[in-house]
């Protein structure tokens, strides 16, 4: 089982030249309309059903496994369809929003993602899931990147700080939300659905964003509508696929010759789609992934801590409710409560973000680490020391101070990223952002969870849970280095 602007005469300069940023952010400001409270409610409503429906099937897989005899690997291809389909077209949904408009975009993608949650919700058989899925992941690719980028196309100065930190907010708390409800749902058993209100739920609240957002979220896109990059698209989509099918899959399949194979193909695809972006921007092109976008300072190093930072988060989420399922024998909705502490911890830490930011800066980011450090440690020790008395009433300390941890990495994480990135570029950046944190999350997924499944069964479940426990530690250390690097003020 396995389980994210408008006017520049050119825009490769605008990344990098401070005054035509400057510029093109004024510009921006003058032939966009403001984003109104409406407005952002509403886009964050639209991100906010993508990032649950990345977790909220977890805690129902083993419910279709029963009801459509799925089997292991099949159960893995209903969750990584999503995430791998979700993470390779983010940055191409992002610049076909620069391109057609982000509001347009938008309201497709709203209308295609409750289409395919419908089409989740109703499916008659396992592979028909995988394939609604897998659709289902694409729609949210054309939505989310329309969300980063209306907010920094259409906001400025601290109103964009600030809806970034809510937007980064929104991000973490969907995660633990999704595997709350995903088990009260499955428990409730809604007029006889099972599992399949998991999907279900989503198509009224789609709905719901589609019409809002044609009454209150503002058109923008970049003013010289640039070609879809095909090459690039080409070579980012066969890189994310060699490293994140054989992760997710190839446990199940018994690490055949083909996982392999596409592993070995990733490094070169990596380095074709490197090589191909670079020229592309060299001889006036407008590439999928501008290098010169990554030599922005926040948005390289924000980038290099949202890959241990999101990954950790998504190896942790998927691990713990292995864990309490079959582990602990929970059922899924005292697997769901069990994490209430974290969505409270993350929730706080959330609230108090943007002020402790404006105040402390990166510190924020820092103490985010240590404090996340502590309780992953913490959680870990309780593991170890009595297993068989092990309860969510237990781990409640420990992934309490997680979640206050994340919430203070997670809130600004967005607000960095983004913080320097000229508005004719919102797309694209947001496009960047987003396909970080997806592949970071499945591959977090992938490389946690399919190393306590393999261990569990010869080391004991307590004792696999501390080992990835413990390589999150090492990931909150190294994000509490890279902090360090971080400019003290954020904007």
Same mark, same amino acid.
């Given at each position: ?26 510009? #921006?400001?003058?032939?966009?309309? #403001? ?14 059903? +993508? ?45 076909? /929003? ?25 499916? +008659? ?62 428990a409730a058993d809604l007029f006889g659905t099972g599992w399949r209100s998991v999907f279900l739920l989503n198509v009224p609240f789609a709905l719901l964003a589609l019409v809002l957002a044609v009454r209150y979220v503002p058109e923008s896109r970049a003013s010289q509508a ?70 922005? +300072? ?37 697997? /769901? ?12 830490? #959330? ?46 300390? /420990? ?54 499944? #393999? ?37």
């Open positions: 089982m396995t389980q994210q602007l408008a006017v520049a005469p050119n825009p490769v300069r605008a990344a990098v030249t401070p005054d035509a940023a400057a510029t093109a952010a004024r510009t #921006s400001s003058l032939s966009t309309p #403001s984003l109104s409270t409406a407005g952002l409610v509403t886009v964050l409503l639209g991100a906010f059903l +993508p990032m649950l429906d990345f977790f909220i099937v977890n805690v129902a897989l083993p419910t279709i496994d029963h009801d459509l005899a799925a089997g292991p690997a099949v159960l893995e291809l209903v969750a990584a369809g999503y995430g791998i389909a979700f993470a390779v077209l983010l940055v191409l949904g992002g610049r076909l /929003g620069d391109i057609f408009g982000r509001r347009r975009l938008f309201v497709v993608g709203a209308a295609l993602f409750a289409l395919t949650s419908l089409a989740c919700g109703l499916a +008659p058989g396992a592979w028909t899931l995988v394939a609604a899925r897998a659709a289902q992941g694409a729609s949210a690719a054309l939505l989310i990147p329309q969300v980063l980028g209306t907010i920094t196309a259409a906001t400025d100065g601290a109103r964009r700080g600030r809806a970034l930190s809510i937007y980064g907010a929104v991000g973490g708390i969907s995660v633990v939300i999704g595997q709350v409800l995903g088990g009260m749902l499955v640039a070609r879809v990059d095909v090459p690039g698209t080409v070579l980012l989509t066969a890189a994310l696929l060699a490293l994140l099918v054989p992760l997710m899959e190839g446990r199940a399949a018994g690490w055949p010759l083909w996982s392999w194979v596409l592993l070995g193909l990733f490094p070169v695809f990596a380095v074709a789609f490197a090589v191909v972006e670079r020229r592309a921007e060299q001889r006036g092109a407008t590439p999928l992934v501008p290098p010169s976008l990554l030599r922005i +300072p926040e948005m390289r190093r924000g980038l290099g801590i949202a890959l241990p930072y999101f990954s950790g988060f998504g190896g942790f989420m998927f691990v713990i409710a292995v864990a309490l399922q079959q582990g602990l024998h929970l059922g899924p909705v005292a697997a /769901g409560w069990a994490l209430v502490p974290m969505a409270v911890g993350y929730f706080t830490a #959330s609230l108090s973000g943007p002020r402790l930011i404006g105040r402390y800066g990166s510190r924020v980011l820092s103490a985010g680490a240590v404090v996340q450090a502590a309780g992953l440690a913490t959680l870990a020790v309780t593991v170890l020391a009595d297993w068989a008395h092990f309860s969510p009433l237990r781990m409640a300390p /420990g992934v309490a101070l997680a979640g206050i941890g994340q919430g203070l990495i997670g809130t600004p994480l967005f607000r960095v990223v983004l913080s320097k990135v000229p508005a004719a570029r919102a797309g694209v950046g947001s496009g960047v952002l987003a396909t970080g944190q997806q592949s970071s999350l499945a591959l977090g997924v992938a490389t946690l969870g399919t190393l306590y499944l #393999s261990l569990s069964p010869s080391l004991g479940m307590d004792r696999a849970l501390a080992l990835c426990l413990g390589l999150q530690l090492l990931g909150s250390f190294t994000i509490l280095y890279l902090t360090t690097r971080l400019p003290r003020s954020i904007g």
